[in-house]
């Protein structure tokens, strides 16, 4: 038997998992909220770890004390090493909130290749899966815009269908520089959808510019939707007006 199991019953798991809602606490004495961070920082076991992420899925008043709380958090986080790595990867493929903190801690304990593939697989998790929140699709697209992996491209495709303007916009800003070809029938049928927000069309016509793909068969619609400072240029791919 353990040292936890002696002060609470339990073994350091259990123990660490009856803190969660000390944690997630958002009124009242935060020096409960703080004590029982400060308990599963100290102990060693992943569970304690998947405990302390949950405090990243709430705010708390003042905005100061939230901040830094979350910051030593992140530290606590961190100081697991390896062990932190399942919790962090399971929270940020069953949690809609804070992705962005899961995000950073993979930074700081991972080679970016490897944080990129974790995105892939979540990403192709997240196409399959409804979400209420924009925000978590949106955050992940960030991360792997610009980045250089043939997995990225065909795991963004999907959500050129998503419900949400913004995750399709991201989804275009990831896409078009990565000059992916099924992309280019799909990114044009976006563009001339006549359901799709002005701000989207705008952001398929920066991807198809970026790609460098040619509009046949769409020309006659998208010519009525280019704006400045796009044109078609004679083989139908669209380029900056010349000043």
């Given at each position: 038997m353990g040292l936890f199991d002696f002060l609470g019953g339990g073994s350091g798991?259990?123990?660490?998992l009856k803190l969660k809602p000390k944690v997630t606490q958002k009124y009242g004495d935060p020096a409960s909220r703080q004590?029982?961070?400060?308990?599963?920082?100290?102990?060693?076991?992943?569970?304690?770890?998947?405990?302390?992420?949950?405090?990243?899925?709430?705010?708390?008043?003042?905005?100061?004390?939230?901040?830094?709380?979350?910051?030593?958090?992140?530290?606590?986080?961190?100081?697991?090493?390896?062990?932190?790595?399942?919790?962090?990867?399971?929270?940020?493929?069953?949690?809609?909130?804070?992705?962005?903190?899961?995000?950073?801690?993979?930074?700081?304990?991972?080679?970016?290749?490897?944080?990129?593939?974790?995105?892939?697989?979540?990403?192709?998790?997240?196409?399959?899966?409804?979400?209420?929140d924009p925000e978590k699709k949106v955050v992940l697209l960030h991360h792997v815009t610009g980045r250089e992996d043939a997995r990225i491209a065909p795991a963004v495709l999907p959500f050129l269908e998503d419900m949400s303007d913004d995750v399709k916009i991201a989804a275009l800003k990831a896409l078009g520089p990565l000059k992916y070809e099924p992309a280019r029938e799909p990114l044009l049928k976006l563009l001339i959808a006549d359901e799709t927000a002005r701000r989207v069309q705008t952001a398929a016509l920066t991807a198809l510019h970026e790609s460098g793909f040619g509009v046949q068969g769409f020309r006659e619609k998208v010519e009525p939707l280019l704006v400045e400072p796009y044109v078609l240029d004679k083989s139908g791919v669209v380029v900056r007006r010349q000043a």
């Open positions: 798991p259990e123990k660490a004590k029982a961070i400060q308990q599963l920082g100290e102990m060693k076991y992943p569970e304690a770890a998947g405990v302390l992420l949950a405090r990243f899925t709430i705010t708390v008043e003042p905005l100061t004390t939230d901040a830094d709380e979350k910051e030593h958090v992140f530290e606590l986080i961190k100081g697991f090493g390896k062990d932190a790595l399942a919790p962090i990867q399971d929270f940020l493929r069953k949690s809609e909130q804070a992705t962005s903190w899961a995000l950073r801690l993979l930074g700081d304990l991972l080679p970016e290749p490897e944080v990129t593939s974790i995105c892939v697989d979540t990403l192709n998790h997240l196409s399959n899966h409804y979400t209420r």
